[in-house]
């Protein structure tokens, strides 16, 4: 689903994000990404959504060589992701439901369709009677289960999140990977970058560890 082959970023005036990283993630795996600040953790998650180029080397995602890929294929792309920020990136002037049903409005779906879908994506975060209300109105565990149900609406084969967790308290983080899990059991692949060691070890699953943008550990699952 995901392959990094000797993959590097170099940024102009000689900045390294990243350096010879190779690894693959497996359809319907999840599996974390962690390090210290600044390990490259959120270069290497846009480098999935082509978001960036990779300097050298080949990002393969879903089959399809990201390196090689045109730029006007990139919305093509990033319609096959979800993804899901720590700040949730909510539109304030929109209901939880509009927030919800935009990646779907983009893509043209019927009205139908989409409130179908949305009510179906709320109803796996738990915000099923929540579709009327205002994000500013939520909670913030309430507001990245939003941001959760945006990103899976469209059920998408690859899920991306970068610190989801990094503005909540411990039982809110471990009730969010939870439902990543979830997600991931349905066979939609998750990768999450995460520096949560500690929630990162009670989930059990494989870790990327990088280190000033090298691949510096790859922990399997059950460790």
């Not at 692949?189 to 280190?211: E, G, P, Y």
């Not at 510096?216 to 699952?221: H, T």
Request: charged residues 25%; aromatic residues 4%; proline residues 5%.
């Amino acid at each position: 689903m995901i392959k990094f082959d000797r993959v590097s970023k170099l940024y102009p005036g000689g900045g390294r994000a990243l350096a010879d990283v190779s690894f693959t993630i497996e359809r319907g795996s999840m599996v974390f990404l962690t390090g210290h600040s600044g390990a490259g953790k959120s270069t290497l998650l846009r480098l999935v959504m082509m978001l960036e180029r990779a300097s050298r080397g080949q990002v393969i995602v879903n089959n399809r060589n990201l390196s090689t890929t045109p730029d006007r294929l990139a919305p093509l792309v990033r319609q096959c992701t979800g993804m899901i920020f720590q700040d949730h990136k909510l539109l304030r002037d929109k209901t939880v439901a509009d927030n919800v049903a935009l990646p779907l409005m983009i893509a043209g779906l019927k009205y139908a369709d989409i409130r179908k879908r949305v009510r179906a994506a709320l109803d796996k975060v738990g915000l099923l009677g929540k579709e009327k209300a205002w994000p500013l109105t939520l909670s913030g565990g309430e507001q990245q289960r939003v941001g959760i149900a945006r990103a899976i609406v469209a059920m998408p084969p690859l899920l991306l999140a970068d610190e989801p967790t990094g503005n909540l308290d411990p039982p809110l983080s471990r009730e969010l990977f939870a439902l990543f899990e979830d997600v991931s059991e349905q066979g939609v692949t998750v990768l999450i970058a995460s520096h949560d060691l500690d929630l990162i070890r009670q989930m059990h699953k494989r870790v990327l560890v990088l280190s000033s943008g090298r691949l510096a550990d790859d922990i399997p699952a059950g460790v």
